[in-house]
C-alpha cells in the first residue's frame, strides 16, 4: 500500500445492520439504497453482497444503474429520479429497471416508449407530500391513476418521501403519513413511503417497500444519537502521522495562522486532506482519535494534509495510526463538530482514497487492516 491514507470498509457490518433494520420492518420488501457509489462505499462491492438478500436495489440515475449492470449486477433497479431524458428510456431497456416518475413530461415520454417498445410497464409514482422536491401533488392522485392507467398496473409502487423523519418532533412526520394514506385510501397499489429514519421510528409506515439507505452503513439518520438499534460503522477512515515538530508558545500553524500554540505543543502532521474528501472547512477542535485518546484538529486543512496537536499523547511517532472517523470516533460526531452530517462525509471521500474491504467471513478485525 503505497498511501498512508485508506478507508476499511467492512461488508459484514453492511450484512449484520441490513439484518437488524429488516428485524423492524414487519415483512415489507426491501430496497437497498447504493447510489452515490453505495454511499461511499462502493456500490459494486456493496450491491453484489446484497444482490440476493434484498428485493431491489436503488440509484439515484440512470448512469449508476448502468454501471451497476456493467459491473454484472443482475437485480432489479430503482432509478430514484427517474428518467433525467426521454432517451433515458431506451437506453434502459431489456435491464430490468423500475422507473420512479414524478413530472407529467415523464409520464408523457414513457407512453410513447412503450408505444414503439415491448417491454412491459415498469413505473413507480411519486407524490410529493410536503418535501417539495419531488412528487406530483398529492391532490393529483386521481387525476394521474385515471389519466395514464395504461402505463400503471397494480404492480407500481405509489412512493413519497417524509421530510423530517429524523427530527426528534414527530408530529410534522405523522401529518405526512396522514395526508398520504388519506389521498390514496381507496387505492390497492403498492406503497413506498419509509427511508431509514421511518423504518426504524415509524413501524405504520412500513406498507409495502422501505428503502433503507445511511443506516445500513451503520450511521444513525437521526439528529440526535438516540438511535433505537444499534449499528456498527461500515467504513473507517484511516490515515497516518507523516511529521513530528515541536512549536514554541506563540507560532501559528497552517495557512492564513489561524492557529496560535497556547504554550509550547506537539504537531502532527497527518496526509490526508480536502483533496481526499476531508472538508476544508472543517474547524480547529475536530476530533480524530490515535494511541487510544481524541486529537484535536488545529489550522486550516490543507489539499494533501491536516494538522493535529498531539501535546498529550505519550510518545506519538511518525507512522501512527489516526482513524479520521469509524469504530473508534463515530463519523456523527465528527460531521457534528464541522457542521454538516455523516451522509456528506461519508459521501464525499474522493476516489483517491483506496477501499479495502473485509468480506463477511473474514478473520480480519474490524477497522484494523
Known amino acids: 500500500m503505497s498511501r ?6 467492512n461488508l459484514s457490518s453492511v450484512q449484520s445492520n441490513l439484518q437488524k433494520l429488516i428485524a423492524l420492518t414487519n415483512g415489507a420488501k426491501i430496497i437497498a439504497v447504493v447510489k452515490a457509489d453505495a454511499y461511499g462505499n462502493g456500490a459494486v462491492e456493496v450491491a453484489k453482497l446484497l444482490e440476493d438478500k434484498v428485493d431491489l436495489l436503488a440509484v439515484a ?11 454484472g449486477i443482475n437485480k432489479t433497479i430503482l432509478i430514484l429520479q427517474g428518467a433525467h431524458h426521454a432517451d433515458d428510456f431506451d437506453q434502459g431497456e431489456n435491464n430490468q429497471f423500475i422507473w420512479i416518475m414524478h413530472s407529467y413530461w415523464q ?30 401533488p398529492i391532490n393529483d392522485f386521481n387525476r394521474v391513476i385515471d389519466d395514464y392507467g395504461d402505463i400503471i398496473d397494480e404492480n407500481s409502487a405509489i412512493v413519497t418521501h417524509l421530510a423530517r423523519s429524523d427530527e426528534p418532533d414527530q408530529s410534522h412526520v405523522n401529518m405526512q403519513i396522514a395526508s398520504f394514506l388519506k389521498a390514496i385510501e381507496k387505492t390497492e397499489f ?22 433503507l439507505g445511511i443506516a445500513m452503513y451503520g450511521s444513525t439518520p437521526f439528529e440526535a444519537a438516540d438511535n433505537p ?15 513530528l515538530r515541536t512549536i514554541p508558545k506563540g507560532d501559528t500553524v497552517g495557512y492564513g495562522g489561524t492557529w496560535r500554540a497556547p504554550k509550547e505543543s506537539v504537531i502532527a502532521t497527518v496526509a490526508i486532506g480536502y483533496g481526499d474528501g476531508y472538508p476544508r472547512h472543517a474547524p480547529t477542535g475536530t476530533p480524530a482519535w490515535c494511541n487510544n485518546q481524541i486529537i484535536p484538529l488545529v489550522g486550516r486543512v490543507s489539499m494533501d494534509m491536516l494538522t493535529f496537536d498531539v501535546s498529550g499523547l505519550d510518545d506519538p511517532q511518525i507512522g501512527d495510526l489516526v482513524e479520521l472517523w469509524g469504530n473508534k470516533l463515530a463519523i456523527n460526531d465528527v460531521a457534528e463538530h464541522i457542521g454538516t452530517i455523516g451522509y456528506e462525509l461519508m459521501t464525499r471521500v474522493s476516489k483517491r482514497i483506496p477501499r479495502h474491504y473485509i ?5 480480519e478485525n474490524k477497522g484494523n487492516k
Open 4 to 9: 498512508s491514507s485508506h478507508a476499511i470498509i
Open 61 to 71: 440515475f440512470l448512469d449508476e444503474a448502468l454501471a451497476l449492470r456493467n459491473a
Open 107 to 136: 409520464l408523457d415520454a414513457y407512453r410513447e416508449y412503450l408505444s414503439r417498445s415491448k417491454m412491459p410497464p415498469c413505473a413507480w409514482i411519486k407524490f410529493d407530500t410536503g418535501m417539495h422536491r419531488l412528487g406530483f
Open 190 to 211: 403498492p406503497l413506498c413511503i419509509a427511508n431509514s429514519a421511518t423504518s426504524i421510528r415509524f413501524p405504520h409506515a412500513h406498507k409495502n417497500y422501505v428503502r
Open 229 to 243: 438499534i444499534e449499528l456498527t460503522p461500515v467504513m473507517s477512515l484511516h490515515s497516518q502521522i507523516i511529521a
Open 359 to 363: 468480506y463477511p467471513g473474514s478473520p
